[in-house]
């Protein structure tokens, strides 16, 4: 008797489990790649967009167009209104422009600047009227100002000192007035040379292989060697006052920190190995003026460890691990930089974009109102983010912890990670709060990292660990002359000049801030940064 089996119970329930099982696998690993392949997708697009798209990280969002000025802060009385411009069909709101000087072609031309003139006359027998003979009389002028320039002049400095002896008493000596103070002794480069180089230099972003040839091109031989040595012996003198700076910037309460890599060439191999630069941006004001580098070997945490030192107040950072682990001491606060959790969202690509696209209008918000804070004072500022910016944190807390806890995400999206990275930050992301000049992003270090990352693309590397701390210093003095608005090489050139005389008890009297206060006779006042 043969036996049925599509009629067997039992057979047919392993056949049932098995097609079950089946199913499931194919529809976990399905699953899998559904998942692989729109973790390419967005690691495709990310590369397209920074290839070929706008690597902005602005977001503008559509506003009611009745909706001019966020609630309760409106413009108040004195304060210049925003004016409202329609194009195409768009709305936008912006500030009036300012008139532009010198027949509104953008050219502003300094009051003290020689003038040299140049008349360009009629000739003589120009002058007669060729119809009745009489002269022309003179009845005025028409003057058109040009700004020219005049290639660089060097000139050699002599100093003659007269000796002087005693005819009848040989014993005596000669007798010679004594040289002026040098920031470089025996050194053939007077201070206004040096102040020049330098500035070109970390100011300007030359290459020294550069700079060789621009003097050469005047014939004046320098070769890049001599220049280098200058700048590391500059580095070596002006240490003290780069470690005052520093003190400064501690002391003030409140620091930025970022690190970037930068290449430093090996001795004896013909290699370069990677290096940093780490910066500690601080001081009073709004836009803290100091801003202190520091080059280290590598990128361990020990690094950051020393520059901060035995710092106590607010520290704004990205997550770097050597960050983290300095938030964790007692007599530290650790803002976490909005401007990271806002560019980890606007990298997510996929996963709830409507969701994302909420986190972007809510973080947007925030930086709105602190623009409007920062252009008042902190009492106002403190309110202003009480009321208005504490509210939506706490929205997007909420909301973010409730996604992640909903865990329906991919683990390896953009989107899951820019959550997570939220998330890990939460009790750091409200210090700024309640201190009225803590800013809600680290975007101050990451500017005072611009200027290094475009003079890296010019010199390319560091020749040795010298020449990096060297390095620090001069473009730590400089970056501080340019966000003060102050003229690196007029500063420079009588900081040089004054530097081996000045007491030591007041060599504070020569940071950049002070000497331009000294010179014009009023406090130097930063501008307010400008939030974007």
Known sequence: MITDLKSDPETLQKENEQQRELIASLQENLSLKNNEINWLKERVAWFER?????????????????????????????????????????TRTKKKRKEKNDNSNGLVIPENLPVEQTIIDLPEEQKVCPETGEKLVRIGEEVTRKLAHRAASYFVKEIIRPKY??????????????????????SSADESLLAEIVTRKFADHLPLYRLSEIFSRDNVQITRQLLSQWLMRLGVVLKPLYDLMLNRIKESGIVYIDETPLKLQVKGKGKLQQAYMWVLVGGEGANPPYRVYSFAENRKHQNAFDLVGDFSGVIHSDKYDAYVKLSKRKEILWQACWAHVRRKFEEAQSGDLEFREMMLRKIRHLYMFERVGWARNEKERLRIRKEKEEPIID????????KVEEGKQLPKSKFSEALNYFYSLIPHLKVYISIANAHIDNNVAERAMRSLAIGRKNWLFVGSIQGGMSTAILLSLIQTCRGLEINPRE??????????????????ELLPDQWAASKTGKVIKTKPLHVR
């Open 50 to 90: 920074q290839v070929f798209g706008q690597r902005s990280e602005r977001i503008i969002l559509p506003l009611d167009s009745n909706v001019r000025y966020l609630p309760g802060l409106e413009p108040q009385d004195g304060v210049q209104a925003l004016e409202v411009e329609s194009i195409a069909g768009h």
């Open 165 to 186: 002896a005693i005819p009848s008493r040989e014993e005596a000596g000669i007798f010679i007035g004594e040289l002026p103070d040098s920031i470089l002794p025996r």
């Open 395 to 402: 929205e997007l807390i909420a909301a973010v912890k409730a």
């Open 491 to 508: 500063y420079l050139e009588d900081l040089m000049r004054r530097y081996n005389s000045h007491p030591a008890s007041r060599l504070a």
